[in-house]
């Protein structure tokens, strides 16, 4: 069974300062992952996926995700925090391949940058 | 271009009770996901539907049922509703099963 683990559930940082959220999965195979927001009474909106080649992937307002098959890590970054990006953030994995394509989400990380 | 819409935004009800949400899907996508996001965690999957049918299911009792119509639109149906049902109830729809979800912005249900 895939699962995802998101170890912070709060992470601050101050405005115009690099960010990072973090997130490891357990999935068979090559994975794909994705990150997405969640602003207060919004639903989730995508930020970005991995599903091969580059390990860096770019995103939606600057985000990037780097894809550390080793260590089964795919971080969430951004090198200057912006306030606007105060929000709940989710990991979310898939096997790969056809026949199963429900998402595994985190349970989330809470983001605070504050001015 | 409309993202996925669902409706209502919020609906009480009282245990014992059937609900019904609704879900419309993103222009030119055909399928549609179903999840249940508790307060503090993140989304769980319900199922899954293309071509009128249900492809994949994720770890529900029986009591929630889906449909989807011609139109690729699609109802969540919950019976006998128990007081842990409340949560937000998240629609995404993709272009096929396999491609990225983008979600609807959720029916807030509370169960009393």
């Known amino acids: 069974a895939q699962s995802v683990a998101q170890p912070e559930d709060q992470v601050n940082v101050a405005e115009g300062n690099p960010l990072t959220v973090k997130c490891t999965y357990s999935v068979s195979g090559n994975p794909y992952l994705f990150w997405y927001v969640q602003y207060p009474n919004r639903g989730l909106q995508f930020l970005l996926k991995y599903i091969t080649g580059d390990n860096l992937v770019k995103g939606s307002y600057g985000f990037e995700a780097e894809f550390n098959k080793s260590q089964t890590s795919f971080h969430l970054k951004k090198p200057s925090a912006l306030v606007s990006d105060s929000a709940l953030y989710f990991c979310a994995c898939r096997p790969p391949g056809a026949g199963s394509y429900q998402l595994t989400f985190g349970k989330g990380t809470k983001l605070s940058v504050i001015p | 271009d409309a993202g996925v819409t669902q409706s209502p935004t919020h609906l009480i009800k009282t245990r014992g009770q059937q609900v019904t949400l609704r879900c419309s899907p993103k222009s030119g996508h055909d399928t549609v996901s179903w999840y249940q996001q508790a307060l503090g965690q993140g989304p769980q999957f319900i199922f899954q539907y293309y071509e009128e049918e249900e492809r994949q299911r994720g770890n529900f009792p029986d009591r929630f049922s889906g449909h989807q119509f011609p139109n690729y639109s699609s109802e969540l149906n919950v019976n006998a509703l128990l007081l842990g049902d409340s949560a937000l109830y998240l629609c995404?729809?993709?272009?096929?099963?396999?491609?990225?979800?983008?979600f609807g912005p959720g029916t807030r249900l509370l169960v009393l």
């Open positions: 995404a729809s993709s272009f096929d099963p396999g491609e990225t979800q983008y």
